[in-house]
């Protein structure tokens, strides 16, 4: 699991179009990696909106946002289609994104129990370094709290 003060892995991912993504590519500019359970779902509909809501801000300040579940591409193409979401999805579908930063974990749902992501959101710093962690996350107001993170223009 990432700790603070940790440069993120090389890490490669699929995209909701089928291209792909190395977070080292988005170095020279902060970014926010947020995790979310599952596409089309109440909660993370919401984050997701939110985060697109706010896009514009974060571009102001230089940062980029990816989002990471482990829904499959298709599955991302049509919830970011759906949403007009302005940033790429991961389809992190082997779990390496969700293991590099230690987002999985026990849940409960109707009383079964299973592993699944814990919502969770990253910033790193324009050289890849990880320098605030949320985790555990509650969707009202989340995104606004990450971009208050961000230094000034």
Not at 35 to 63: I, N, S, V, W
Request: glycine residues 10%; charged residues 20%.
């Amino acid at each position: 699991m990432l700790e603070i003060g940790q440069t993120v892995p090389p890490l490669t991912g699929v995209l909701q179009d089928g291209g792909s993504l190395a977070l080292a590519d988005l170095r020279g500019h902060p970014v926010v990696v947020y995790f979310y359970p599952k596409d089309h779902t109440p909660g993370c509909t919401r984050e997701a909106q939110d985060f697109r809501d706010l896009y514009p801000q974060f571009r102001q300040r230089g940062c980029e946002i990816v989002g990471v579940s482990r829904d499959s591409a298709a599955s991302h193409g049509k919830f970011r289609d759906k949403h007009a979401l302005p940033f790429p999805l991961v389809a992190d579908t082997d779990e390496t994104w969700c293991n590099a930063f230690g987002v999985l974990g026990e849940k409960t749902l109707y009383g079964r129990r299973f592993v699944g992501v814990i919502r969770s959101t990253f910033l790193l710093d324009a050289d890849g370094v990880l320098v605030a962690a949320w985790r555990g996350v509650k969707v009202p107001g989340h995104a606004a709290a990450v971009l208050e993170r961000l230094p000034p223009a």
